[in-house]
C-alpha cells in the first residue's frame, strides 16, 4: 500500500512539473512545439503579450526629435481599424539613430558621404481604448501635439528665459 502511494505522489508531482504557468495575464500569439513533444529546460514554447500594457515604436525623424517632450499627447491610429482612435504619450526618446542598431551597416566603399537624415526611435504608451484590439506588430500611425511645444519655445525667447 505504501508503495503505491508513493507511486501516485511520485506522478502527482510529475503531473505538477508538466503545468506551464505565466507571471501575467496574457493573449498567447504563437505555440512553438506541438502536443505531445519534449521539450527542454529553458526551451521557448510559446510567445504571448500583455494586452494592458502595449506601447508602439516610432521612428521620427532627427530633425524634429527637438520638438518631442516625454508627457506630449500623441493620437494613434491602426491600420486594421481606421474608424478607431487611441491616445497615448510620449514615454522615452531615443538617443541612438535607428540605424546605429542594424544587423546589416550600410556599406560605402566608394569614401563618397551623402548626408540621410537619421530616426530616433520613440516609445509612446497606449492610455486608453480597446486595447484588445491591437497586437504587437500591427502598424499604426501617430501624430504627436508638438503645437505647445513649440508654443513654449516662442514664448521662452519673447521672454529671454532658459528652461
Given at each position: 500500500?505504501?508503495?503505491?502511494?508513493?507511486?501516485?505522489?511520485?506522478?502527482?508531482?510529475?503531473?505538477?512539473?508538466?503545468?506551464?504557468?505565466?507571471p501575467?495575464?496574457?493573449?498567447?500569439?504563437?505555440?512553438?512545439?506541438?502536443?505531445?513533444?519534449?521539450?527542454?529546460?529553458?526551451?521557448?514554447?510559446?510567445?504571448?503579450?500583455?494586452?494592458?500594457?502595449?506601447?508602439?515604436?516610432?521612428?521620427?525623424?532627427?530633425?524634429?526629435?527637438?520638438?518631442?517632450?516625454?508627457?506630449?499627447?500623441?493620437?494613434?491610429?491602426?491600420d486594421?481599424?481606421?474608424?478607431?482612435?487611441?491616445?497615448?504619450h510620449?514615454?522615452?526618446?531615443?538617443?541612438?539613430?535607428?540605424?546605429?542598431?542594424?544587423?546589416?551597416?550600410?556599406?560605402?566603399?566608394?569614401?563618397?558621404?551623402?548626408?540621410i537624415?537619421?530616426?530616433?526611435?520613440?516609445?509612446?504608451?497606449?492610455?486608453?481604448?480597446?486595447?484588445?484590439?491591437?497586437?504587437?506588430?500591427?502598424?499604426?500611425?501617430?501624430?504627436?501635439?508638438?503645437?505647445?511645444?513649440?508654443?513654449?519655445?516662442?514664448?521662452?525667447?519673447?521672454?529671454?528665459?532658459?528652461?
Open positions: 500500500m505504501a508503495e503505491a502511494q508513493a507511486k501516485l505522489d511520485e506522478e502527482r508531482l510529475r503531473i505538477a512539473d508538466l503545468e506551464v504557468k505565466s501575467i495575464s496574457g493573449v498567447v500569439n504563437k505555440t512553438l512545439i506541438d502536443q505531445g513533444e519534449y521539450v527542454s529546460a529553458g526551451q521557448p514554447i510559446l510567445m504571448m503579450h500583455d494586452p494592458s500594457k502595449l506601447w508602439v515604436e516610432a521612428n521620427v525623424k532627427e530633425t524634429d526629435i527637438g520638438e518631442l517632450r516625454r508627457g506630449q499627447p500623441v493620437a494613434i491610429s491602426v486594421a481599424f481606421p474608424d478607431r482612435h487611441f491616445s497615448g510620449v514615454a522615452i526618446i531615443g538617443r541612438a539613430a535607428t540605424s546605429q542598431f542594424a544587423l546589416l551597416p550600410d556599406p560605402n566603399p566608394s569614401g563618397n558621404f551623402t548626408k537624415t537619421q530616426r530616433l526611435p520613440v516609445r509612446i504608451y497606449i492610455d486608453d481604448g480597446p486595447t484588445e484590439l491591437i497586437g504587437p506588430g500591427m502598424m499604426v500611425e501617430v501624430d504627436i501635439d508638438v503645437a505647445h511645444t513649440r508654443s513654449e519655445k516662442d514664448e521662452q525667447s519673447k521672454t529671454g528665459t532658459a528652461g
